[in-house]
């Protein structure tokens, strides 16, 4: 079955950091380039983060730029967006995002991790 | 930056044609993407660049991208259709979305 399942998700206190982690499955990882995007409880979609098919070209939404770092490691099959200085607005659903090929249009989402963020 | 407007939320008959807009600066010029999203559910792509629908996607889903506004055409609306709709764009190397619309089907 071609799927992802994102991980990671938790209860953090403002300031702190956490891990995420997709786990892609029924198709070939290597050849597609991915995205991280968010979903506040009762909000909007917002993109966070996108990473080439190598891992050599990152980009970032201009409020996370300087607080989150995505990765991937095609040989274990897994993408990564590692978090750090969280505040209570990083409060969300993250979805892992397969990019279709073409690049331009997210084929295929995960079901989500939440991260929350409360003293 | 780029912004897309979306109405909060539109009601359709059912077995009624459900159209929902995505204005934009110029939109014509951009691939639009739409996406549904129902309660509890990750979102699915159901229209991308403009009118095409991926494989499952029923017929009965339409786009059209003209002028300022990006449109999404459901018809013969369902009750399975009730849910959040999204529209994307991309604007240089960052993505946009529009604030979603909430059908409801009477």
């Known amino acids: 079955e071609v799927q992802l399942v994102e991980s990671g998700g938790a209860v953090v206190q403002p300031g702190g950091s956490l891990r995420l982690s997709c786990a892609p499955s029924g198709f070939t990882f290597e050849d597609y380039t991915m995205h991280w995007v968010r979903q506040a409880p009762g909000k909007g979609l917002e993109w966070v983060s996108i990473i080439s098919w190598d891992g050599r070209n990152t980009y970032y939404a201009d409020s996370m730029k300087d607080r989150f770092t995505i990765s991937r490691d095609n040989s274990k099959n897994s993408l990564y967006l590692q978090m750090q200085s969280l505040t209570t607005e990083d409060s969300a659903f993250y979805y892992c995002v397969r990019a279709a090929r073409g690049g331009d249009a997210f084929d295929l989402w995960g079901q989500g991790t939440m991260v929350t963020v409360s003293s | 930056s780029y912004e897309l407007t979306q109405p909060l939320s539109v009601s359709v008959a059912l077995g009624q044609t459900a159209r929902i807009s995505c204005g934009g600066n110029n939109i014509e010029n951009r691939n639009v993407h739409w996406y549904q999203q129902k309660p509890g559910q990750a979102p699915v792509l159901v229209i991308y660049r403009n009118t095409n629908r991926p494989s499952g996607i029923p017929e009965r889903f339409s786009g059209s991208n003209s002028g300022n506004t990006a449109t999404l055409t459901i018809s013969r609306a369902q009750a399975g259709d009730e849910a959040a709709y999204y529209c994307?764009?991309?604007?240089?190397?960052?993505?946009?979305f529009g604030g979603g619309t909430k059908l409801t089907v009477l």
């Open positions: 994307q764009v991309w604007d240089s190397l960052t993505a946009i």
